[in-house]
């Protein structure tokens, strides 16, 4: 998908439907469909393109028919349900939608009217501030559709939703019942509550300090994070860091993290286990990686990694499997910047492809705490010694971080930060 610098010069509500919308969207058509990864990958490009304005709207039908491996795919089908769910929407924005659905056969239905801000003098947050749920909400017109936590979540209806700000709140009190709501009931929600306990535990700290801004009209900290809304304590930021981090002892942070690799080899499921159901073959390994991801299992995931670490097939898998390679280059897109998704394909150091490739299957896929990711993205990378190292001990916050990389002239390349 388009990388997120690129949404700001669409209005609001065109910004709010490709950021939260257009993805689930694709996907969905892509299983109707039964696309492969690389025509999935096409029809999100495509789409980009539409969307910026580089292609007609009218000229779909033409591009479809360019799609890789073409035969067997109904393309006037396909553009008709595309035309239909991800592009009607934005009928007044794209203009001749309606006259691509006819051209396709399709009856042209009622306009929809995408989600907008309810009074012309509110203004968007971008920065910081300390203030109350409450007054947020009221303040400004797009806080409703901000991102609370990074992955989508189940309605009422058992529909996936973005987790916006608004569908956070409509769970909580669907869950709990309306009025306002004691430590008690909060504690519940954020234990029992399905949605709650899918997020990681700083996502799930981050709601507590949301909810009880919004049941006790609390004064609490927000600030924007790559497109995610961030709430903290006010307390916490008014504590001097110099004497926060004075209090800190190296040698516990060095204790947890060793403590955690020493437990992963007694959690992630064995390599005889991964492959006796392989069958013994290293690339049916990829399979049952994909499926453990799937639906979340992960200790078969981090199993299947270390099994093709220690097999050599980890850099392979990367460069040969497309749908690996299509989510990372997703990945890459959203992160770095859409013109970056070739970069996969350029001469690039294989460990920076091993670094972005464990933060997306670590931290997106699987949702590894922060603490998790850190200390399994070690594990993997010292199985094969002097593979090279991904995470590093930054010794100013005493806590452990992901090398950083840089964009530097569409190449990417190493931080020197340590």
């Keep these: 998908m388009m990388p997120k610098n690129l949404w700001l010069q669409f209005p609001e509500e065109i910004m709010f439907f490709i950021a939260n919308e257009v993805e689930q969207l694709v996907y969905d058509i892509a299983a109707k469909f039964e696309l492969s990864g690389e025509q999935e990958m096409y029809i999100f490009d495509l789409a980009d393109d539409i969307f910026l304005k580089k292609i007609s709207i009218l000229d779909l039908p033409n591009y479809l028919d360019k799609i890789p491996q073409a035969k067997g795919v109904d393309v006037r089908l396909l553009a008709l349900d595309l035309a239909y769910k991800v592009f009607w929407p934005l009928q007044d924005y794209l203009g001749g939608v309606d006259r691509l659905?006819?051209?396709?056969?399709?009856?042209?239905?009622?306009?929809?009217?995408?989600?907008?801000?309810?009074k012309d003098d509110n203004k968007l947050f971008n920065g910081t501030e300390q203030s109350t749920v409450s007054k947020m909400l009221e303040r400004y017109k797009n806080f409703a559709s901000l991102r609370l936590t990074a992955n989508k979540i189940v309605n009422k209806a058992g529909h996936i939703v973005p987790p916006i700000v608004a569908n956070w709140i409509e769970d909580y009190v669907h869950f709990l019942g309306a009025g306002n709501h004691n430590s008690l009931k909060r504690a519940q929600y954020l234990s029992k509550a399905a949605n709650a306990l899918k997020v990681s535990e700083k996502e799930r700290e981050r709601l507590r300090?949301?909810?009880?801004?919004?049941?006790?009209?609390s004064l609490v900290f927000f600030h924007l994070d790559q497109g995610i809304l961030?709430?903290?304590?006010?307390?916490?930021?008014?504590?001097?860091?110099?004497?926060e981090n004075a209090s800190i002892d190296i040698s516990q942070t060095l204790d947890n993290f060793y403590q955690n690799l020493r437990s992963l080899d007694n959690k992630i499921v064995s390599a005889n286990i991964i492959m006796s159901e392989a069958e013994n073959n290293p690339n049916k390994v990829r399979d049952i990686l994909w499926q453990a991801m799937g639906i979340g299992d992960k200790d078969k995931a981090l199993g299947c990694l270390r099994v093709l670490i220690t097999k050599k097939s980890f850099d392979q898998m990367i460069k040969e499997d497309s749908r690996f390679k299509n989510i990372l280059k997703r990945f890459i897109g959203v992160k770095y910047g859409q013109n970056m998704e070739r970069a996969l394909d350029e001469n690039i150091d294989q460990l920076i492809v091993r670094r972005i490739f464990l933060e997306m299957i670590l931290s997106e896929k699987l949702r590894l705490s922060e603490e998790d990711a850190y200390s399994t993205a070690f594990y993997l990378t010292n199985i094969i010694p002097g593979s090279g190292q991904v995470v590093y001990l930054d010794k100013r916050s005493k806590a452990f971080r992901w090398l950083e990389i840089q964009v530097v002239a569409n190449k990417f390349s190493w931080v020197d930060k340590i």
């Design 230 to 243: 961030m709430v903290e304590e006010i307390q916490e930021q008014e504590k001097t860091p110099v004497a």
């Design 101 to 118: 659905i006819l051209r396709l056969g399709g009856k042209v239905p009622r306009q929809k009217t995408l989600q907008a801000g309810s």
């Design 209 to 217: 300090y949301f909810f009880v801004s919004y049941d006790e009209n």
